[in-house]
């Protein structure tokens, strides 16, 4: 079964607006990644983050991490018509050998 | 810009037609990965290789088969398709070094009639 449950399912806002998603998992991870899709294409990565890490930013956004609600949300700050997209989160379980794992998204559209 | 690719880009086929989604890589990486996903939902993970030679089945139970004869090649087969196939199929891969992301290629539509 999936391990990642983004919420919320789809979220609409205007241009200059801040967006936030969150992402739930259940076992312990080595590291949780963000993704964004354009409809039809491939998944494009974002940012990572480890598990001793609480918080990360690379421009516009930001992610956090709290391993002992096993959660992280995204923040994309000042959106842009352009960041409309579906956006997944990925675990990378502790187990040596397993792949990540994706949950089922956000799609955010951001309207100008 | 991730050097991953994958042919074709869209495919329209009949019921029963074997077909070869093609996957290839220039980065050196060991590990690949098939995703499925439908339109507007999850990805899943229906197969994965840790170098060549090495392939293994993911939690989606899959009809396909694949093979890794070369490091940058894996290509995942049809045997004979079903309309319950057509979906979008994901390729990616990731490197040795701990901590590091996945790369996806664009994607194969697939389309079975």
């Known amino acids: 079964s999936q391990q990642g449950e983004e919420d919320p399912q789809a979220l609409s806002i205007q241009e200059g607006e801040n967006a936030t998603m969150n992402c739930s998992y259940k076992?312990?991870?080595?590291?949780l990644q963000w993704y964004r899709q354009n409809s039809g294409r491939g998944l494009v990565h974002l940012i990572l983050?480890?598990?001793?890490?609480r918080e990360k930013h690379s421009g516009r956004l930001r992610v956090t991490l709290d391993t002992s609600k096993k959660s992280s949300s995204l923040l994309i700050t000042a959106s842009r018509a352009a960041d409309t997209a579906s956006y997944f989160c990925?675990?990378?379980?502790?187990?040596?050998?397993?792949?990540?794992?994706f949950g089922k998204g956000t799609t955010l559209s951001v309207s100008s | 810009e991730a050097d991953i690719y994958q042919t074709p880009r869209y495919l329209v086929i009949g019921t029963g037609k074997k077909i070869t989604l093609e996957c290839s890589q220039t980065?050196?990486?060991?590990?690949m990965y098939w995703y499925q996903q439908d339109p507007g939902m999850e990805l899943h993970l229906i197969h994965y290789?840790?170098?060549?030679?090495?392939?293994e089945k993911g939690d989606l139970s899959s009809e396909s088969t694949v093979s890794r004869i070369r490091t940058e090649h894996f290509p995942l087969t049809l045997e004979s398709a079903r309309p319950s196939h057509t979906s979008q199929y994901l390729c990616?891969?990731?490197?040795?070094?701990?901590?590091?992301?996945?790369?996806f290629g664009q994607g194969t539509r697939l389309t079975v009639v």
């Open positions: 980065m050196g990486h060991d590990k």
């Open positions: 990616a891969s990731v490197g040795t070094v701990k901590n590091t992301e996945a790369f």
């Open positions: 990925a675990t990378k379980p502790n187990q040596a050998g397993t792949a990540l794992i």
């Open positions: 076992t312990s991870i080595n590291n």
């Open positions: 983050i480890r598990s001793n890490e």
């Open positions: 290789s840790y170098g060549v030679n090495s392939t």
